[in-house]
Nanobody, 126 residues
């Protein structure tokens, strides 16, 4: 089991940047595929990005490709999401999630992830 705590959210103007962090507890962090999702008010939770266990592969939603970068530091039990060129439509609560996936398949459906943090609010003003 793993516990996840997100941080780094806040209020930023359009075009600005933020770096989200997700700290994981437990000694098995490196055995999880890690993902970021987001949920805006009145909308379904949406896939943002995922990274394989050994950082070899990444996946992004089309809406954030070229602007967001996911990374992880297994020694620090932390996954990051660097968000550049932020837009008002990026406003949402951002969640990190862990998928105990032996195949390293970077999945994009929220129900495929077993563990979730409580989220961090990102607000982008126009």
């Amino acid at each position: 089991q793993v516990q996840l705590v997100e941080s780094g959210g806040g209020l930023v103007q359009a075009g600005g940047s933020l770096k989200l962090s997700c700290a994981a507890s437990g000694r098995t962090f490196s055995s999880y595929v890690m993902g970021w999702f987001r949920q805006a008010p009145g909308k379904e939770r949406q896939f943002v990005s995922a990274i394989s266990r050994n950082r070899g592969t990444t996946r992004y939603a089309d809406s954030v490709k070229g602007r967001f970068t996911i990374s992880r530091d297994n020694a620090k039990n932390t996954v990051y999401l660097i968000m550049n060129s932020l837009k008002p439509e990026d406003t949402a609560v951002y969640y990190c999630a862990a998928d105990p996936n032996d195949s390293d398949n970077l999945r994009s459906l929220s129900w495929e992830y077993d563990y979730w943090g409580r989220g961090t609010q990102v607000t982008v003003s126009s």
